[in-house]
């Protein structure tokens, strides 16, 4: 009896976050077309509201709201989910050339540099990311390898910026400061805080995985 009255609670709360969803989704198409299709001041929205300009708004706030559902799922992860993933990044890294090199003035990516990237998607990127990553103890010899020749070439690159100087990494007007406030947030993420904050998490959603677990067949 508990078991049938946890499922309906589970389906009643499943249903009601849909129609949450559905209604924002709603509201923020409906916010959109009033602001490019009308011009209305007060939604701040015009033709000069470029994808970067979303990309700088919401990049970060919604890879934030992701985490629990990584979290949840990331001992779930069917090779059909990796595959979407690298369609989905390799349709955006189609979306920055053409931006570059047509260019599409409507993304907004022409005369943004290295850093200007690094800064805009560094840190949702390890959020992302950050709950699939193991701890060093456990990475394969091949793991190191990677991790380190990315490494080399990640310090080769910074150096060729400032040294050369290349002008489209935009790195050579940045002190040490400046990449500390850059770096110290993606490199706490994965090794301070989300193992302090995984076992906890989990614990807030182990109820609704044990109830996941029994709607299945």
């Known amino acids: 009896m508990q078991a049938q009255n946890a499922f309906v609670a589970e389906h009643v709360r499943k249903r009601t976050w849909w129609g949450l969803y559905v209604a924002l989704v709603a509201a923020g198409l409906g916010y959109i077309v009033l602001g490019y299709a009308t011009g209305w001041a007060w939604t701040g929205l015009s033709k000069?509201?470029?994808?970067w300009d979303w990309l700088e708004g919401l990049a970060l706030p919604i890879t934030v709201g992701l985490v629990p559902l990584l979290l949840?799922?990331?001992?779930?992860?069917q090779p059909v989910h990796k595959t979407t993933g690298v369609m989905i990044l390799a349709a955006f890294v189609v979306l920055v050339l053409a931006g570059y090199l047509v260019p599409w003035d409507w993304t907004g990516f022409t005369g943004n540099t290295l850093w200007d990237w690094l800064s805009l998607a560094l840190l949702p990127v390890v959020i992302a990311t950050a709950s699939l990553w193991q701890p060093p103890p456990r990475w394969p010899a091949r793991h190191v390898a990677l991790l380190s020749i990315a490494t080399?070439?990640?310090?080769?690159?910074?150096?060729?910026g400032y040294l050369v100087p290349w002008k489209w990494t935009g790195f050579t007007d940045n002190t040490a400061w400046d990449w500390i406030k850059l770096l110290l947030l993606p490199v706490l993420v994965p090794?301070?805080?989300?193992?302090r904050l995984l076992d906890v998490v989990e614990a807030g959603l182990g109820p609704v995985g044990r109830v996941d677990q029994a709607e299945r067949p």
């Not at 000069?48 to 994808?51: D, H, I, N, P």
């Not at 949840?72 to 992860?77: A, G, I, S, V």
């Open 48 to 51: 000069q509201v470029k994808l």
């Open 72 to 77: 949840k799922r990331r001992q779930h992860l």
């Open 152 to 160: 080399a070439l990640a310090i080769g690159l910074v150096l060729a």
């Open 191 to 195: 090794t301070v805080l989300l193992p």
